[in-house]
Nanobody, 126 residues
């Protein structure tokens, strides 16, 4: 069974930075693409960033491009999200997700991912 555990969330002032981590474990863990999504109260879960596990190809939502950086450490089975220049509108619960196999569906869509973490709260004050 695959487990994803996020950490690193918290309260930060606008303009500040946070680094989220997502540790993957389980004997059957494998990854093709991992991603970060977020969900604010009353809103749908939205794509933030994704990275291919082998080649490291990345993709970002327009709202975070230039401010957030996704990366991974394959040896540690850990995914990261470095968030800089945070804005109040970045406030949300952030989830990491894993797609173990190549998919014909878009990696910007939550339903493409098989494994999910429990989420970590990020709150940005103005």
């Amino acid at each position: 069974q695959v487990q994803l555990v996020e950490s690193g969330g918290g309260l930060v002032q606008a303009g500040g930075s946070l680094r989220l981590s997502c540790a993957a474990s389980g004997r059957t863990f494998s990854s093709y693409v991992m991603g970060w999504f977020r969900q604010a109260p009353g809103k749908e879960r939205e794509f933030v960033a994704r990275i291919s596990w082998i080649g490291g190809t990345t993709g970002y939502a327009d709202s975070v491009k230039g401010r957030f950086t996704i990366s991974r450490d394959n040896a540690k089975n850990t995914l990261y999200l470095q968030m800089n220049s945070l804005k109040p509108e970045d406030t949300a619960v952030y989830y990491c997700a894993n797609s173990p196999r190549r998919s014909v569906n878009s990696y910007y869509t939550p339903s493409t991912y098989t494994n999910w973490g429990q989420g970590t709260q990020v709150t940005v004050s103005s």
